[in-house]
């Protein structure tokens, strides 16, 4: 059953630090099925072939969430369609699907969600250039990427390389027999057709981010990042580098059956797909450190998010020219954690040649070798620690902290290995200070005397006392040392990805520096919260008012 209707908005209440508010929302049901293109505000009286934006007479192909296992269901039999991906991690498939028979489908007791499989593309500009007359040639000499000598990683190759790590490159394939990957590639597989072992690179693009994971160091080529890691060729991108959200996913779900220890993402699309976001949970869960483009869409009016770099558990990477500002095609927003080197990345391309590459998608690989070198280095710490290690460790480009455009920085491998996270850091599932400012079209020089103030951590987690669900908004307000800050008023909001903003509320943070605020009445959803201000008199208007988001996911029972 769809859930669409709405209730009048009910009274807010305010108690002393705390505030419990209801909002508009969907009616609270046992059950209901979640489609992916509710948010674009259907009416009752809608069609779902109207809604989907779909030939009634067509087909649709959807990715669709089971309550049961799938291995326990006949999915032939409920499903009227060919079935493309058994998607068991997130107990889902893929399936091309008659428009004509979705309608039948959200009344199914047994299926949890339905949503569109679209499509991804790899986040390059397609403007592969060869190398220069004045530049070493490859073939016959090794020539160190500005790129990887920006990051610091030779400046550890003493201490760690990379060896023993695995990183899964999902991507368009590896060319597996390239002389610069030699004795790199432990294998993969085929996501994009049904032939699974058909996972050589026909495009260039994985391989070009796969040289700038792991090329070899040796007397020729280039050298990549962890040059002793293994890969795993994952090929989820067809050779004209677009694929489907479910090739994606099936790819994450075979490196974590594969225990990789890092993936890279050098793919995305604007769509944000439930299936996508539950599987990077389990690669989280799992202990696998992602590191995802965050897009190539910066250049563009609207700057839209792009998926799965926009997701909290990935490092988001941004792309910086040779001056460290933001590349003009890198998409901005509060999810980028770090910034790596994106323009004219020289690299390795298919058929054992060499090109230089464009985009996040170069910016990124530069994060999952930096990943795969303090995963050796630092084996015995969680995934969590690792990423802290290497995010909060950055060369910061744009005072203080986090910006929208680069996150934290430029990676610095050096320091990542030297020196855990400072306390003030709190990198975890979005839980990150944002502050807002104009971009400058230069580094500016840090502000002095000035006082900032940093959201430190952001939880939103479900309750239920038995008689009523609610959601519990918990934020931690601290400065730049990681103290304690009390009596600054923190507003929040709290809002579902389907149907939008549900409210906001103050209240002033106590002597342990903590506000916490409470939603009650709501459906099942996808929700997020904001702490969208903080007022404070001696806050410092240059840095703009810190932001914190993360995403609770669906709230089923």
């Known amino acids: 059953m769809i859930i669409i209707k709405f209730r009048a908005a009910a009274t807010v209440t305010l108690a002393l630090t705390a505030f419990q508010f209801a909002m508009p929302h969907r009616a609270l049901a046992d059950s209901c099925v979640l489609l992916s293109k509710a948010k674009y505000h259907a009416s009752k009286d809608q069609s779902l072939t109207a809604l989907f934006g779909a030939d009634p007479g067509g087909i649709l192909r959807m990715i669709i969430g089971f309550r049961k296992k799938i291995d326990s269901l006949n999915i032939s039999a409920l499903i009227p ?160 580098g677009g694929g489907q959200y479910s ?5 994450l779900e075979y490196a974590i059956n594969a225990n990789a220890d890092v993936a890279n993402l050098s793919l995305g699309g604007t769509m944000d797909v439930q299936a996508l976001h539950e599987v990077l949970i389990k690669a989280h869960q799992h202990g696998m450190l992602v590191a995802a483009a965050a897009g190539n869409s910066g250049e563009a009016g609207d700057n839209p998010l792009n998926y799965p770099g926009a997701y909290p558990e990935v490092v988001g990477t941004a792309a910086v020219d040779d001056n460290d ?93 030297a020196q855990s996270a400072p306390a003030a850091c709190d990198y975890l599932s979005g839980e990150v200070s944002d502050p807002v400012i104009e971009e400058p079209a230069s580094k500016p020089l840090p502000a002095k005397e000035k006082r900032t103030v940093f959201v430190k951590s952001l939880s939103l987690k479900l309750m239920n006392d038995g008689s009523s669900k609610h959601l519990v908004v918990s934020a931690a307000i601290v400065d730049q040392h990681g103290y304690p800050q009390t009596g600054l008023n923190v507003t929040t909001q709290i809002m579902e990805r389907a149907t939008g903003p549900l409210g906001s509320a103050t209240s002033s943070s106590n002597g342990n520096g903590e506000v916490q605020f409470v939603l009650s009445g709501f459906s099942c959803g996808r929700f997020i919260a904001t702490v969208t201000k903080v007022s404070d008199p001696d806050f410092s208007s240059e840095y703009g008012e810190p932001s914190s988001m993360i995403d609770l996911g669906a709230a089923y029972d």
């Open 81 to 240: 369609g060919r079935i493309v991906h058994r998607l068991r991690l997130v107990n889902a498939i893929a399936a091309e699907v008659p428009v004509a028979g979705i309608e039948s489908l959200t009344r199914n007791p047994d299926i949890r969600t339905l949503e569109v499989d679209g499509r991804v593309q790899a986040f390059d500009l397609s403007n592969r250039s060869n190398i220069g007359e004045d530049e070493p040639d490859p073939m016959n000499s090794q020539t160190m990427p500005p790129g990887i000598r920006r990051t610091g990683a030779p400046e550890v190759w003493a201490h760690t390389t990379g060896k023993g790590v695995k990183v899964a490159i999902i991507d368009t394939g590896i060319d597996r027999k390239h002389p610069d990957l030699e004795g790199r590639v432990a294998g993969g597989q085929n996501f994009s057709s049904s032939d699974r072992d058909a996972w050589n690179d026909g495009n260039g693009h994985g391989t070009h981010v796969a040289g700038t994971v792991a090329a070899n160091d040796n007397n020729f080529g280039v050298v990549g990042m962890a040059p002793e890691a293994s890969l795993l060729g994952i090929k989820v991108l067809d050779d004209t």
């Open 325 to 417: 500002l933001r590349a003009y095609f890198s998409t901005y927003s509060k999810y980028v954690a770090l910034a790596g080197p994106g323009i004219n990345v020289l690299s390795l391309d298919k058929g054992g040649r060499y090109a230089r590459h464009s985009g996040t998608s170069m910016a990124a690989p530069h994060t999952a070798g930096a990943l795969a070198l303090l995963k050796q280095a630092h084996g015995g710490e969680s995934a969590v620690d690792v990423k802290r290690r290497l995010v909060c460790n950055a060369d910061d480009i744009f005072p203080p902290g986090r910006d929208v455009w680069t996150g934290y920085g430029m990676i610095n491998v050096k320091r990542a290995l």
């Open 247 to 251: 090739d994606v996913i099936a790819g």
